[in-house]
């Protein structure tokens, strides 16, 4: 399937103010749709690239572009290819493939060199479970590039699939062996997991978004894919097994905040918690009770989110502030008519051993051109379909595990454990590890950040606490 130069509106998820959205070639020629939202300011905080997850899409995301507007922030958003409105790479179009993790790479650069260059500075990630393990697997490619990085449940390890990790490794890499890579999962379809009923999802427990991402995956069939490949499975473990190496756990020195959701059952907690204690400038926020899809959670979990982000994400050096950028209004050129095709596409073995410029290109046309001239922006067309895909068998989206629990901030009672900072967990100072669930009693948020130990001179040079403002007794 060609990659789209549109973005889906519908009433429960508009599209954010000020998009721009196009198409762009990576290196090896696959085409990736990706879009830009201009900060809602009056000048600009810096910019936020947003490394979405396996089998998400640009439209998951507007929530989230529009919480980052209001505060400030310019936002960019891709689709990684083989799946949302970027260019697919298996036969079946409903399958989550790529031969190697490593053209992933490709994807990234391009979006770095050719998309952000020109958005206000400083550059901000903000990356979920699959983006989140690129983006390590990456650490060369991302320093001087971005100030900081804010991981939401890192896709390090596989969660609770029946199958333990071990097995699932031998087994992918074996059916791999075999010459498989290009076939579901065993027990995988195209259903996607946006479908999946409410009651035994693993994304989310707030009903009402569990909601908006069903409708989005009726009403927008073109952006949505099933389960992964074997090959994409085991590239995964490849990569993992490379982010765990010794050198490289010692190359990631970008100030990192990491999320983990404690009722995770997507990706492995323990393996999130073993690379926040083996990485520099590296910090722990667990989230009680929250899914997967932290950012799709309920507003409890949320807030807890944003106000952690907003300590630690500041639009500047906290020792030296940049002078703003003025935010300059997006310039929108009406687009033709687009009606995509149905096309399989299949990928090259082997990535290409050197990436090549690429240019910007709008997809005006039926046929996608891996490398077009500069593109215009467009204003996103509204042209939902209605259709619902066939239905399959679903499998899970990328892995999961158990629950980590981090201290409870409040006072100087409960210090980080493994170098975990300390997330809001209820009206008392819990120990290190404490699994008492006492949110209830929790009435707000008091982010904080130590901005002095920034620089990465040693294990864990980040403050961030959230302190839990709690109920007062009735007097």
């Known amino acids: 399937m060609p990659a789209l130069a549109r973005l889906f509106d519908l009433p429960d998820n508009p599209v954010p103010p ?29 910019t936020v690239l947003i490394l979405q997850g396996r089998a998400e899409f640009i439209e998951r995301w507007f929530e989230t ?27 079946h179009p409903r399958m989550g493939h790529v031969r190697h993790f490593g053209t992933y790479d490709f994807d990234l650069d391009v979006i770095l060199r050719e998309v952000v260059a020109d958005l206000p500075a400083p550059l901000f990630l903000l990356a979920h479970s ?59 379809g195209a259903t996607s997991m946006l479908t999946t009923p409410f009651a035994v999802n693993r994304l989310t427990s707030d009903p009402a978004r569990h909601a908006r991402g069903a409708t989005l995956a009726w009403d927008c069939p073109q ?92 639009g500047g050096d906290p020792l030296a502030p940049p002078a703003p950028t003025p935010v300059q209004e997006p310039t929108v050129v009406p687009a033709p008519a687009f009606e995509p095709e149905a096309q399989a596409e299949t990928e090259a073995e082997t990535p290409p051993a050197t990436p090549l410029a690429a240019e910007p290109a709008l997809e005006t046309a039926d046929e996608p051109k891996p490398v077009a001239e500069p593109a215009p922006v467009v204003e996103p067309e509204i042209e939902p379909e209605t259709a619902a895909p066939e239905a399959s068998v679903a499998e899970g989206e990328e892995a999961q595990h158990g629950v980590v629990d981090a201290g409870v901030a409040r006072g100087d009672d409960a210090p980080a454990l493994g170098g975990a900072a300390a997330g809001p ?32 001179g040693g294990d864990h040079a980040i403050g961030v606490t959230v302190d839990p403002v709690t109920r007062q007794p009735n007097s």
Not at 285 to 312: C, I, K, M, N, S
């Open 18 to 46: 000020g998009a721009r959205v196009g198409t762009i070639a990576a290196a090896d020629g696959v085409a990736l749709r990706w879009a830009t939202f201009p900060p809602l300011a009056p000048t600009a905080r810096g």
């Open 65 to 91: 572009v529009r919480d980052l507007q209001v505060r400030g922030f310019a936002v960019a958003a891709f689709d990684w290819r083989g799946q949302g409105g970027s260019e697919r790479l298996a036969k």
């Open 130 to 188: 699959t983006g989140a393990l690129v983006a390590v697997a990456n650490a060369a490619r991302l320093s001087g590039a971005v100030r900081r990085v804010v991981a939401v449940a890192p896709f390090l390890g596989l969660g609770d699939f029946g199958v333990p990790e071990a097995g699932a490794r031998r087994l992918s890499r074996f059916l791999r062996g075999l010459g498989m890579g290009r076939s579901f999962v065993p027990g995988g």
């Open 223 to 314: 952006v949505v894919i099933g389960s992964p490949s074997i090959g994409w499975l085991a590239g995964a473990f490849d990569t993992m097994d490379e982010v765990f190496r010794p050198d490289a756990l010692d190359r990631w020195r970008l100030p990192t905040l990491v999320f983990a959701c404690g009722a995770d059952r997507v990706v492995s907690n323990d393996a999130i918690e073993r690379f926040v204690v083996a990485t520099r400038s590296t910090e722990l926020v667990t989230v009680p009770g929250a899914r997967h899809e932290l950012l799709q959670e309920r507003d409890r979990y949320r807030e807890q989110f944003w106000a952690a982000f907003d300590a630690f994400v500041p």
């Open 425 to 456: 967990g209820g009206d008392g100072a819990a120990g290190p590890l404490d699994d008492r669930d006492q949110r209830d009693d929790v009435v707000g948020l008091e982010p904080g950040l130590d901005h002095h130990v920034d620089e990465a």
